[in-house]
């Protein structure tokens, strides 16, 4: 398996427009996770799946952040209008229930809003 | 809401001695700790991990300490080596399976 993918690796857009996010996470795991990274508070939970459906939501940030996973094989984080704080790392991550190691993470997509 | 803290954000040690990373954490409901370790440029990776019902895991030169009483749980790395400069998170989750991470400690080990 290539692991959790993730794209693009580094997106620079400026304020205003639309910015989207893709993951693909490891087949057969059945959670999926979406993180922000920040010099600040380091990991943030944006929002988690279960079997596709979102479970908890209550760490995006506010309603410019939309996530969706139309299937076991793909989700979108979606952030419109973008801005500069939204400037970050976006890490994607993937479990299956009973795993000892937990998540496994994408390598992430930087994102500069200017 | 921090429910999982890591107080330094940077720790420096020279090759051959122990490194300690704290990690201590609010939710009484954790019942599973993790820690990872992250390159520049690459994902969160699994490095070491803690049931509740456990005070100590060691894997190699990698040792994890649980005290559920202080709700604190620390890595010791012994003996320390340049290649374990990296930034750590400590991570925690409950029955739910919703995991929380630190703010990271970026380790130096100096040769």
């Known amino acids: 398996d290539a692991g959790v993918i993730q794209s693009p690796r580094h997106e620079v857009t400026e304020m205003g427009q639309e910015v989207t996010l893709r993951c693909k996470p490891i087949s057969g795991h059945d959670y999926l996770f979406w993180y922000r990274q920040t010099m600040m508070r380091g990991l943030e939970l944006l929002i988690y799946?279960?079997?596709?459906?979102?479970?908890?939501d209550s760490g995006m940030p506010e309603d410019r952040f939309s996530a969706k996973m139309p299937n076991a094989s793909f989700s979108t984080l979606k952030i419109q209008p973008s801005e500069p704080r939204d400037s970050a790392v976006y890490f994607c991550a993937s479990s299956s229930p009973g795993t000892d190691y937990g998540y496994t993470f994408g390598s992430g997509t930087r994102l500069t809003v200017v | 809401d921090q429910q999982v803290k890591q107080n330094s954000p940077s720790l420096s040690v020279q090759e051959g001695r122990i490194s300690i990373l704290n990690c201590d954490y609010t939710n009484s409901m954790f019942d599973y700790f993790l820690w990872y370790k992250k390159y520049p440029a690459e994902g969160p990776t699994f490095l070491i991990s803690?049931?509740?019902?456990?005070d100590k895991n060691e894997d190699g030169r990698f040792t994890v300490f649980l005290n559920k009483s202080a709700k604190h749980l620390s890595l010791h790395i012994v003996p320390s080596q340049p290649g374990d400069s990296a930034v750590y998170f400590c991570?925690?989750?409950?029955?739910?399976?919703?995991?929380?991470f630190g703010a990271g400690t970026r380790l130096t080990v100096k040769p």
């Open positions: 799946f279960n079997n596709n459906v979102p479970i908890d």
């Open positions: 803690i049931s509740s019902i456990k």
């Open positions: 991570a925690a989750s409950a029955l739910n399976n919703d995991m929380r």
